[in-house]
Each structure stands twice: as C-alpha cells, then as structure tokens.
C-alpha cells in the first residue's frame, strides 16, 4: 500500500465497487429492498392520497391527504426509523466487502450481511455519540460541527477494523485527521458531491416518465418513487463506504506505515524479539497464513509504489564489496 492522493482514492473506490459489485448489490437488495416495500404499505395504508415527488416540489401545496393524522404520523416515524436501520446496516456491511476488497480477502454478502447484525449494536451507540456531538458543535457556533464531522469522519471504519467504539472510536478517528483535516475534506467533498449528482440524475430518470405516464398520485407513481429511491441507495451506498474506508486506510498508511505491518502480517514477520505474533485479519480474526488469498485475474488490487528506476551509466550507485578472494596455495 501507498498514499493516495484525490484522483487515486476516487479510481480505486470506483474499481473497488466494479471489483465486488455483485456482493454491494445483493448487501443492498437483502437491506434496502425490503424498506422501500414496507414504506410503500406504510404510506398506502396512512394516507387517503399521496403524491409522489412532493420532497421536490417547489410549492408549498401539496396533494397529499390523510383523514387520521396520528396514524400518518406514527407511520411517517416508522419510515423514518427503518429508512435509519437499513442505512446502518447497509453502510456497515459494505464497510466490511470494501475492507475485505481492498486487503485481498474473500468476502460475499452473506459474511458482510452477518457482521453487520452482529455489530449493529456497537454501531448505533457510535451513531448516537457521533450525532450528540456534531448537533452540540452546530448548535454552538456551526463551525465547530463542520470540523467536528470531519474530524470524526473515520470513526465508523475504525470501529470495524480496529473493534474500537464509542467515545475510542471518535478518539481514534481525531488523531488520524490530525493534520489532514483539509485533505480528508476535500476527498469526502468530492466523493458527496458526486453523490448528490447521481442520486438527482437518477430520481428524474424515474420520476420523469412517471409524470408523463402515470398520475403523480396514483400507486404506479409511488412505486416509481420508491424504485428511484432503491437504485440510488444502490449504487450511492457502496461508494461512499468504499471512499471512506480508503480514506481511513490512507491516513494510516500516511502516519503508522499501515503498508508495512500488512506486509509483515501476510509474510509471517516477527519483532526483532519475542515469539512471532498470531497473524489476524483486518477485523482481528486469527488466521492461518495460507488463507489469505492472491488476487484473482482482473480483481481490484491495491496501488504499489512504482519500481525504482535502474540506475544509469555514470549515476550514482552504493557501494558494493568485492567477493572475498581465496589465497593461492604454496605449490600454486
């Protein structure tokens, strides 16, 4: 491994989410999937009329109605609250496929989808310190919540990684931004903005057609509204884990030298004293030193440093000592 710089990190989250696309697309359908079909009853059933596209109208009218408002609350609040479950579990578990991805390991959905579950609980504690602090840093000045969010931008893959959470966890993330708080910025900047661009492009390729064919209150434009929402969480959600595992990665590369430990892992290196340690994966499993496999034929690997140039006549070269020479013998 090496550092990475803006274009590299976005090149090799792209490459990364192409590498294992089929695992990103099957974590999404077991996770988003099943939200969007509850939200679509959810609504069908609180509401008397329901016009798809209202988030984006320009007006404050709305054609949306209800006859039992306590009931299109409660509802409104259960949307909210799976919408918030799925994201979690849905970054996690892709946090875990890029992880696997990026350290040449196997990796499948199903895994992804297991560790996720089993962190769920760690993870939301996190969500909640993480959303104390970056509110009280809004509320305080604004500035302090801006810096606080990218300062505590890698919490969540330190937490996966290292098994650090809670307050560690954002601890953690602190000292790795430390110092490159405007580099982290700009490569999280970038990677939203793409985001957001996308995800615009791909609601009005679904709620277009869905103006012109269907009535924007009728059940075929919620399903058209809803599929919209499914494809960009699809495709939206593997690279924005994908960019921030990277980011992650890099800034401990960039401080603690991350390349070398990894190569001292996968070779079976020990310290210079004491027994060799237990070779772990990046999640802490203890593993045997065949099990890590070699990049398959047209895989996502990670970027190496170039080959030194050879050196050229008249260069400079270290010195090199002469091969010791036998003396002759007497009858020589």
Same mark, same amino acid.
């Given at each position: 491994?090496?550092?990475?710089?803006?274009?590299?990190?976005?090149?090799?989250?792209?490459?990364?989410?192409?590498?294992?696309?089929?695992?990103?697309?099957?974590?999404?359908?077991?996770?988003?999937?099943?939200?969007?079909?509850?939200?679509?009853?959810?609504?069908?059933?609180?509401?008397?009329?329901?016009?798809?596209?209202?988030?984006?109208?320009?007006?404050?009218?709305?054609?949306?109605?209800?006859?039992?408002?306590?009931?299109?609350?409660?509802?409104?609040?259960?949307?909210?609250?799976?919408?918030?479950?799925?994201?979690?579990?849905?970054?996690?578990?892709?946090?875990?496929?890029?992880?696997?991805?990026?350290?040449?390991?196997?990796?499948?959905?199903?895994?992804?989808?297991?560790?996720?579950?089993?962190?769920?609980?760690?993870?939301?504690?996190?969500?909640?310190?993480?959303?104390?602090?970056?509110?009280?840093?809004?509320?305080?000045?604004?500035?302090?919540?801006?810096?606080?969010?990218?300062?505590?931008?890698?919490?969540?893959?330190?937490?996966?990684?290292?098994?650090?959470?809670?307050?560690?966890?954002?601890?953690?993330?602190?000292?790795?931004?430390?110092?490159?708080?405007?580099?982290?910025?700009?490569?999280?900047?970038?990677?939203?903005?793409?985001?957001?661009?996308?995800?615009?492009?791909?609601?009005?390729?679904?709620?277009?057609?869905?103006?012109?064919?269907?009535?924007?209150?009728?059940?075929?434009?919620?399903?058209?509204?809803?599929?919209?929402?499914?494809?960009?969480?699809?495709?939206?959600?593997?690279?924005?884990?994908?960019?921030?595992?990277?980011?992650?990665?890099?800034?401990?590369?960039?401080?603690?030298?991350?390349?070398? #430990?990894?190569?001292?892992?996968?070779?079976?290196? %020990? =310290?210079?004293?004491? !027994? $060799? +340690?237990?070779?772990?994966? *990046?999640? @802490?499993?203890?593993?045997?030193?065949?099990? #890590?496999?070699?990049?398959?034929?047209?895989?996502? %690997? =990670?970027?190496?440093? !170039? $080959? +030194?140039?050879?050196?050229? *006549?008249? @260069?400079?070269?270290?010195?090199?000592?002469?091969?010791?020479?036998?003396?002759?013998?007497?009858?020589?």
């Amino acid at each position: 491994m090496r550092p990475l710089n803006l274009g590299e990190t976005l090149d090799a989250s792209i490459k990364i989410v192409r590498a294992r696309w089929k695992t990103l697309a099957m974590v999404m359908v077991v996770i988003a999937l099943p939200l969007e079909i509850a939200s679509v009853l959810i609504i069908s059933s609180t509401t008397d009329v329901y016009q798809a596209g209202s988030s984006f109208s320009t007006t404050e009218a709305t054609k949306t109605t209800y006859s039992d408002s306590g009931a299109y609350a409660a509802g409104q609040v259960a949307v909210i609250a799976l919408t918030f479950l799925s994201y979690l579990l849905g970054t996690v578990a892709c946090y875990r496929a890029v992880s696997d991805t990026y350290l040449n390991r196997e990796t499948s959905a199903r895994a992804s989808l297991s560790y996720a579950a089993g962190r769920l609980g760690a993870t939301l504690w996190l969500t909640i310190v993480f959303a104390v602090g970056i509110v009280a840093g809004f509320v305080a000045l604004i500035l302090p919540g801006v810096w606080l969010s990218v300062a505590w931008s890698v919490a969540f893959p330190v937490m996966l990684v290292e098994g650090t959470g809670g307050v560690g966890a954002l601890k953690r993330s602190f000292q790795l931004t430390e110092g490159r708080w405007w580099a982290t910025l700009g490569r999280l900047a970038v990677a939203y903005i793409l985001v957001t661009v996308l995800s615009l492009v791909a609601t009005a390729v679904f709620l277009v057609p869905s103006g012109l064919l269907v009535d924007d209150t009728s059940t075929g434009a919620l399903l058209f509204e809803h599929a919209a929402n499914f494809v960009v969480s699809l495709v939206t959600t593997p690279f924005i884990a994908a960019v921030t595992t990277l980011v992650y990665f890099d800034l401990r590369v960039r401080k603690e030298g991350f390349d070398l #430990a990894v190569l001292a892992e996968r070779m079976g290196g %020990a =310290p210079a004293a004491g !027994p $060799a +340690p237990q070779q772990r994966d *990046p999640f @802490g499993h203890p593993v045997a030193p065949e099990q #890590a496999p070699a990049p398959a034929p047209g895989s996502f %690997a =990670p970027p190496t440093p !170039p $080959a +030194p140039p050879p050196a050229t *006549p008249g @260069g400079w070269a270290p010195p090199v000592a002469p091969q010791p020479q036998r003396p002759p013998a007497p009858d020589e």
